[in-house]
């Protein structure tokens, strides 16, 4: 059975990886610094005994632990990830989008691992193409506020395609679209977790602007489907993973009032500074890992967020 080291791994969509790849019978290393993750999302698999965290900072050399070990993959999914953490980490996320994922592909060159990068939509920037096809190359600032990620993100792209190119290095790299679901952060300014939670305390639903820019917004239970097939089968990528249905903002607001039984109104308000630069559209063209993998998400938003907000209430104190 493959053994893992998830970069990030106690993040949201790490810690949704690592309950695959254990349910499946592999094992999993995480290694986080839990800057942005949580360690509640991986106390349910502290005795497990396929599982191991090491609290580590990527961007510094790596520790014994890690060189020691013989990793079947090395996936980087470690990056702050949201609008909020732009504004107030943008040093980490440029320090991790480089460094850190160098720090890996190095572990994986040494150890003869296939290597796995989360990417992000965000490398299309604000996108004059819809949807979005892998072969389209953005429309991105690179001294806006969003810059340090979205620059960040496509230096990871680079670099992992150098290793590539230049080591012979096994790899493999997903585009991820929006993703939402069970243990996302409630406080991290992501617009679905932020109307779910001004909804369970029955505040105001804040939207952006007139709320018309649309979002397409995908399960996690379909993205981390998505993330093992790419890892599993055999292009290097880079291959969008998200979902294609798109909502607009104002729609996403309403329903989760309705799924809620909340007695928020939905109020706009101005767009704000961190989020200058925000796309007015996102939406993945999926035809390359539909057609490769087969895979397509299964989730409707409706039921997705029927799970999140279930998940809210018994988790979180709001
Ligand atoms: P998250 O913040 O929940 O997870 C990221 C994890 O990386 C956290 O646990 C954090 O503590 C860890 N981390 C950050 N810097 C680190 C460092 N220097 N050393 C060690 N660990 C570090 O975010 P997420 O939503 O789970 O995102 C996971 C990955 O997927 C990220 O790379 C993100 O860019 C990418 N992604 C996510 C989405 C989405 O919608 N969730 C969309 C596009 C791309």
Redesign the pocket.
Known sequence: MAHHLV?????????HMADVFLARGDTVTI????????RS?VAHLAAHDRFTVVE?????PLPDGLTGTVFDSVL???????PL?FATMPL??L??GST?TRNLLDLAVAQGARFFL?????VYGDPLVHPQPESYLGNVSCIGPRSC?DEA?RFSEAITMAYHRVHGLDVRIV??????GE???PD?G?VVNTFVVQALRNEPITLHGDGRQTRSF?H?SD?VAGLVAVLDGPITGPVNV?NPDEFTMRQLAELIVELTGSSSEIITVPLPDEREGDPLQRQPDITLASTTYGWTPTVSLRDGLGRMIDWFRAHEQL
Do not use: Q, W
């Open positions: 970069a990030g791994g106690g993040g949201f969509v790490g810690s290694v986080d610094n839990f800057v942005t993750g949580r999302n580590h900072d990527i961007t510094e980087d999914l470690a990056s702050p990830a949201s953490d980490e996320i320090a991790v850190g989360a990417s992000t939509s965000e990620y993100k585009r991820i679209f929006n993703t939402y243990r996302m952060r991290d992501r995908c996690v993205e998200g």
